[in-house]
């Protein structure tokens, strides 16, 4: 990415996926910040260093609240670049229903993107008919209760041949020890009421996808659904990705991030 910035400085707000945290935007966050930019990247609740841990989580809205409260802290006059990878495309989302007014624009790198028209139960159902990745993720359940499961952790053969079977060895074993779980919610209801958008407010907030051709966990097919069935205000192709992008093609994601900052910034 080239050192120069044009304009005045853009804030990028980055969201991790699932049982991953802040720590892997390390890359990403270093090269925007050479490039003159600014950068936050936040850990979800229980995710990276946040002292909660997964069981004490009681719905989606605790597990977004640390983007909620950055956003809620703002100027007034303030907006920012939302950046959201895999599952952080669902909190982008209620990001965009609750703050509209806070977000230039939404960038979905391969990342699940509900809509105004398209639940987030019905991409997880097409999510669960493209592919089976449970492999040797591990599965918890609270006070001995047998179904539904409470909580997943990837684990490492998953990471290795699904997620980064493209990134650097490095960023895998960084990985392996830092993934913590992530909690689930049974009552899928209650979920669906709590992520929903709206045209009015999601729907105003200019939004670009990122597809990642090489992702074998939310593969290429299934990021292309969801732009047809939602339609950004524009798409971009990263080639020879896998689902950590970050990792896997830093720089030009790096490149793809400034070209949207001058692009939809205001």
Not at 64 to 91: A, T
């Amino acid at each position: 990415m080239e050192g120069k910035q044009t304009g005045r400085v853009k804030h990028f707000v980055l969201v991790h996926g699932a049982c991953h945290g802040a720590w892997c935007w390390y890359r990403v966050a270093t090269v925007l910040e050479s490039s003159g930019h600014k950068v936050t990247a936040l850990d979800m609740a229980a995710s990276g260093v946040h002292p909660k841990q997964a069981k004490e989580l009681n719905s989606i809205l605790e597990y977004v609240e640390p983007l909620f409260e950055f956003l809620e802290g703002l100027p007034r006059e303030e907006k920012v670049i939302l950046v959201g990878h895999s599952m952080g495309g669902l909190v982008l989302s209620m990001a965009m229903e609750r703050f509209p007014e806070k977000v230039a624009v939404a960038v979905f790198a391969a990342a699940f993107m509900p809509g105004p028209e398209l639940s987030f139960r019905s991409i997880g159902e097409e999510h669960a008919r493209r592919l089976e990745y449970r492999m040797d993720s591990a599965y918890a359940f609270d006070d001995g209760r047998e179904q539904p499961p409470t909580s997943l952790l990837f684990g490492y053969d998953l990471l290795s041949s699904k997620m980064y079977q493209l990134s650097p060895p490095e960023d895998l074993t960084l990985a392996s020890y830092l993934v913590r779980p992530l909690r689930m919610y049974p009552d899928q209801a209650k979920m669906e009421e709590m992520v929903a958008v709206t045209k009015g407010k999601y729907g105003t907030v200019r939004r670009v996808y990122i597809v990642c051709d090489q992702d074998l966990i939310l593969t290429e097919d299934l990021q292309r659904w969801m732009v047809e069935m939602n339609p950004p205000d524009e798409v971009k192709v990263i080639s020879a990705s896998d689902h950590m992008v970050m990792f896997s093609k830093p720089l030009e994601l790096c490149d793809a991030l400034g070209e949207i900052a001058e692009c939809h910034y205001s």
